[in-house]
């Protein structure tokens, strides 16, 4: 095991070990500290999955030691601690106090602050964080109902979030290479300076910082401060070649789609799945609320098909979801449809199906909520943002995809299975 990171929430942590897997590191995803005895004899990195975001900071705090003690008896030889990539925290936390904790923890004395990921718009210029073209400060990130960014100096934000002494090395210097960063971050050792944030406006800056920070304990920033990093352990001998990567073995058997998500993009897929002779089954949340189709029903559908493989959805335009909102209320039409497709999720299991795709950001997490594995190896891409995942944990393996909503070609649901072995 060679790298260990901490990401702060579930989607970010996908996005992470998406990012190290299409580097060829092969990598495991835990959600939370995982319970049991994990092999990671064939893993090279470790992305733990808390939902501590928005916590209180001393709970995030206490959760992050966890993982990262978890992570250091795992043997991680370098740490991330994974954020937003447009800073998602308030004045109390939770970066600033997460990092610094971690940096005590891990006796070391610097870190870098690196939220940039370019792909998605997010780059910094002198220490300032920019959405697109906007300032942090003036995107819609300013209106966040829970972590409202209304400053876009990182080095301001991280300041006043910590008592760390906050630096900055500018793009000027990471523009001259790895070697002058990594002669930044000794100078600025030597000043005193604890967390230094550092600009970057492309990925070829992100892949220079990546190789200027080969050397230090513990990294911060988004998903995209990892794109330089598999390229120092590959150096150095401890990483395979890239390519050299283990097959995903996908166990063979029975496969089933579940969409809670009603996305226009979901929809398409669901369109195009029944276009190509997929047999389908629409749940109505009114009919399932009355008791009148019970979970045993939903499977003895989904087993009874002899294709190969059926989907169950409970997609539906917005009229038809405001119907079912006004009749159930909100929050319950939701959670009454995100338990009964889970609770489908543990019957199929149960009956051996093994193969899974589930649409919907809410619904996969209740979805792996039921199913409970330790942890989730990141396989081949279907499609952006896409991974298949095998499960790995006390139960028997499954391959599993969670598709968040907006996400997928609208030929996800057929082509998917293809790549599986
Ligand atoms: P997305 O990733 O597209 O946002 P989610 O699964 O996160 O999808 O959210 C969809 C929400 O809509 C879930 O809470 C789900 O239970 C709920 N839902 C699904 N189908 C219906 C429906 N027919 N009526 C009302 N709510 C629904």
Redesign the pocket.
């Known amino acids: 095991m060679l790298l260990g990171a901490i990401a702060d929430d579930l989607t970010g942590a996908t996005d992470l070990a998406l990012m190290l897997s299409r580097e060829g590191m092969r990598t495991i995803q835990t959600i939370g500290v995982p319970k049991t005895d994990l092999d990671l004899s064939d893993v090279d990195a470790v992305v733990v999955a808390l939902k501590s975001r928005t916590n209180p900071a001393a709970e995030a705090v206490a959760m992050s030691l966890e993982a990262l003690s978890f992570l250091q008896t795992a043997g991680a030889k370098q740490f991330l601690f994974k954020y937003c990539s447009t800073f998602d925290s308030s004045p109390a936390g939770n970066i600033g106090p997460v990092t610094e904790a971690l940096m005590q923890a891990l006796h070391t004395d610097l870190t870098i602050v690196c939220p940039a990921f370019p792909a998605n718009g997010r780059t910094i210029y002198k220490g300032h964080l920019f959405v697109g073209d906007q300032l942090l400060s003036d995107s819609p990130m300013r209106n966040h109902p829970l972590t409202p960014m209304t400053d876009s100096s990182l080095v301001r934000l991280m300041a006043g979030q910590s008592q760390l002494k906050v630096g900055l090395v500018t793009r000027e210097t990471v523009g001259q290479g790895a070697t002058a960063v990594a002669e930044a971050f000794d100078a600025a050792r030597s000043k005193g300076e604890e967390a230094l944030v550092v600009d970057a406006l492309t990925d070829a800056d992100l892949r220079v910082i990546g190789e200027a920070a080969g050397g230090l304990t513990l990294i911060t920033g988004g998903s995209g401060i990892a794109l330089g990093l598999p390229a120092n352990f590959r150096r150095t001998g401890l990483l395979h070649p890239a390519g050299d990567q283990v097959a995903f073995a996908a166990p063979s058997g029975r496969s089933m789609i579940l969409a809670?998500?009603?996305?226009e993009a979901?929809r398409g897929q669901i369109r195009t799945a029944i276009d190509a002779g997929v047999p389908t089954l629409k749940l109505d949340?009114i009919v399932i609320a009355e008791g009148r189709f019970p979970v045993e029903d939903a499977l003895s559908w989904a087993l009874n098909q002899s294709a190969r493989a059926p989907l169950i959805y409970?997609?539906?335009e917005p009229d038809?979801?405001k119907a079912?909102?006004s009749a159930l209320g909100r929050e319950r039409?939701?959670s009454l449809?995100?338990h009964f497709l889970a609770e489908i999720a543990l019957g199929l299991r149960a009956a051996g199906v093994n193969r899974l795709i589930v649409a919907?950001?809410?619904?996969s997490g209740a979805v792996v909520g039921a199913l409970a594995p330790d942890a989730l190896f990141i396989g081949p891409e279907i499609d952006p943002g896409v991974p298949w995942t095998l499960t790995l944990g006390q139960t028997e393996p499954m391959a599993l995809a969670l598709k968040?909503?907006?996400f997928g070609a609208p030929d996800f649901f057929l082509k998917a299975w293809d790549i599986l072995p």
């Open positions: 809670g998500s009603c996305s979901t949340p409970s997609s539906a038809e979801v079912a909102q039409a939701g449809i995100e919907g950001g809410e619904t968040s909503g907006n």
